[in-house]
C-alpha cells in the first residue's frame, strides 16, 4: 500500500478563500499528485481530482454525503432528508421519482417551450426599463417557468419575493455567518409556503394532472411504501425549483461567451442550428466556474491506485480541477465548442454537474434541462432580440464561489424582433 502524499501546511481554510476555484489544484500541481491528504476547518481530508478520482468517487456507492458538507451549505443547498442525503438503494428509489421527469425528453420540451414564452413576455419589460441585469431578470424568468411547470400557482406579487428567496439560496450558499444565516432563516418561510402547497395536493383540494412534477413528488412513495413525510416531500420540490433557477448564471456565463466570441453569435443567427447551441452550452459548462468541489464521507475502507483510504474519512473531489485538465482538454481554458462532449455520456471528464451514470450515482439529474434551457437562452438572445452590452466589468475573481461578474451582466437597448 503506498501512502498518499501530505500537504505540509497546517490547515488549507486561508488558501481555500484565497484561491477559491484553483485551490484544490494549485495544491495538488505544487506537490505533483493528483491525491493528497490536507486538513481543511481543521478536519483531515483527502482530495483527489481527475477521470479516475471522479469515477471512485462517483461509482461503487463508495461515499455518503452526510455529514460530508457543513451544515451553513447543506441548509440551502439539498438540506436534511433529500435524496443526496440517501444512500444504496433507497438512493436510488428516489433518484427514480426524480430521473421520471427530470430526464424526460417531454417533460423538458414543455419547460422550454413555458421557458421561451415567459422569457418573451419579459423582454417587453426589458425594453421598457432601458437597461438590466441579465442575472436578475433571468432569474425571475426561471422562477416563473419553474413554477408554472411544477405546477404550483402563485399570486404575481409573490413572484418576486420567491424569485430572491430561490437565488439567495445559492449565492449564499458558499457564505458563513449573518448572510449565510439571513438566507436560511428565509428559506424556512419558502419552505411554510411550498408545505402547504403539497398539502393542498395531497388533499385533493389543488388539482394536478399526475405528470405534474409538484404532483409527483406528493404522489411519490419511498420505499417502505408510504408517502414523503411533508418537511421532506418540501424539501425535495424545493429541490427542484432551486436549481432550476441556479441554471441563471450558466445563461450569464453563455451570453458572455457570446459577447465574448462574436464570430459565434453571428453564426446562430445567420443560421439556426440546435445541434451547435447545445455544443455551446456544454463547452459554457465545462469552461465557466459553478461548483468548485463535492465532498463525501467514505462509507467503508477501500483501495484504490494502492492507496488505502478508510471508513469514515472526508474526500473532496476537485470538480473545477477536472474539468480544467490538460490532459483530459486540451488547451483547457481555451473556449472552444468544437470539443465532442455532451452530459449525455455519462463519463467522468464532462462533470461539472457530477459523474458516472445518474441512475446509479448522485450525478445531478438536472443536466438534460440544464442544456436545454441554455440553448433555449442562446436562441433568445441571438435571434428573438437585439441589445448592446455597455461598458462594464465582467471580470470574475476565482475565490468569488459561487463565480458571476459584479454587474450581473449588464444589457442595454434591448429590442425584441418581430
Ligand atoms: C444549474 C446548474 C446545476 C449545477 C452546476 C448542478 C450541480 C450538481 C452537482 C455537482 C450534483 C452532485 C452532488 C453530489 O455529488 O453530491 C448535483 C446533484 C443534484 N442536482 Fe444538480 N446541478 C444543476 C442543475 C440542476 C437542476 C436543473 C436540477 C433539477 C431541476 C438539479 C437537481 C439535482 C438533484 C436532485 C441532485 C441530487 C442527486 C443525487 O443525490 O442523486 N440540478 N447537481
Redesign the pocket.
Known amino acids: 500500500m503506498s501512502q498518499i502524499p501530505v500537504d505540509p501546511l497546517p490547515d488549507l481554510t486561508l488558501n481555500l478563500l484565497r484561491d477559491g476555484y484553483d485551490f484544490v489544484s494549485k495544491r495538488a500541481d505544487k506537490l505533483n499528485t493528483d491525491v493528497f491528504r490536507g486538513r481543511l476547518m481543521l478536519k483531515p481530508a483527502i482530495f483527489v481530482r481527475g477521470a479516475a478520482a471522479a469515477e471512485m468517487f462517483y461509482d461503487g456507492d463508495r461515499f455518503t454525503?452526510q455529514g460530508a458538507m457543513p451544515t451553513s451549505v447543506l441548509k440551502l443547498l439539498?438540506d436534511q432528508g433529500s435524496?443526496?442525503t440517501l444512500d444504496g438503494v433507497a438512493?436510488r428509489h428516489r433518484?427514480a421519482m426524480?430521473i421520471s421527469f427530470?430526464m424526460h425528453e417531454g417533460q423538458v420540451d414543455r419547460l422550454a417551450a413555458i421557458f421561451r414564452e415567459e422569457w418573451l413576455s419579459a423582454c417587453e419589460d426589458w425594453e421598457r426599463a432601458g437597461e438590466i441585469s441579465l442575472f436578475d431578470a433571468v432569474n425571475a424568468v426561471l422562477t416563473r417557468a419553474a413554477l408554472r411547470w411544477t405546477g404550483v400557482p402563485v399570486e404575481n406579487q409573490q413572484l418576486s419575493e420567491l424569485t430572491a428567496e430561490l437565488s439567495s439560496m445559492i449565492e449564499n450558499a458558499g457564505r458563513v455567518g449573518l448572510r449565510n444565516w439571513v438566507a436560511r432563516a428565509r428559506r424556512q418561510r419558502t419552505e411554510r409556503f411550498f408545505s402547504a402547497k403539497l398539502d393542498q395536493i395531497r388533499r385533493g383540494e389543488l388539482p394536478l394532472a399526475e405528470t405534474m412534477p409538484a404532483r409527483i413528488i406528493a404522489d411519490h412513495r419511498d420505499l417502505n411504501g408510504s408517502l414523503l413525510d411533508l418537511p421532506t416531500a418540501t424539501v425535495e420540490l424545493i429541490?427542484?425549483l432551486r436549481?432550476?433557477v441556479?441554471?441563471g448564471?450558466?445563461i450569464v456565463f453563455s451570453a458572455m461567451a457570446l459577447h465574448e466570441h462574436p464570430q459565434l453569435a453571428e453564426a446562430f443567427r445567420r443560421d439556426d442550428d440546435v445541434g451547435s447551441r447545445l455544443a455551446f452550452a456544454e463547452e459554457v459548462r465545462r469552461l465557466y466556474p459553478?461548483?468548485p468541489v463535492?465532498g463525501g464521507i467514505a462509507r467503508r475502507d477501500f483501495e484504490w491506485r494502492g492507496h488505502r483510504i478508510a471508513g469514515g474519512e472526508w474526500v473532496i473531489l476537485d470538480?473545477h480541477g477536472t474539468t480544467h485538465d490538460p490532459r483530459l482538454f486540451s488547451d483547457p481554458s481555451r473556449f472552444d465548442p468544437e470539443r465532442i462532449q455532451s452530459w449525455r455520456d455519462q463519463d467522468h471528464r464532462l462533470i461539472?454537474?457530477?459523474a458516472g451514470n445518474a441512475h446509479l450515482t448522485?450525478?445531478?439529474?438536472?443536466e438534460m434541462?440544464?442544456v436545454q434551457l441554455m440553448a433555449e437562452a442562446i436562441r433568445l438572445l441571438v435571434q428573438d432580440m437585439s441589445y448592446r452590452v455597455p461598458p462594464q466589468d465582467l471580470s470574475m475573481p476565482p475565490n468569488r464561489i459561487p463565480a458571476l461578474p459584479k454587474t450581473g451582466m449588464r444589457l442595454a437597448a434591448i429590442r425584441r424582433q418581430r
Open positions: 454525503r439539498q435524496v443526496q438512493h433518484k426524480f427530470l429541490n427542484v436549481p432550476i441556479a441554471i448564471r450558466y459553478f461548483f463535492v470538480i461539472p454537474q457530477g448522485h450525478r445531478c439529474p438536472g434541462i440544464t
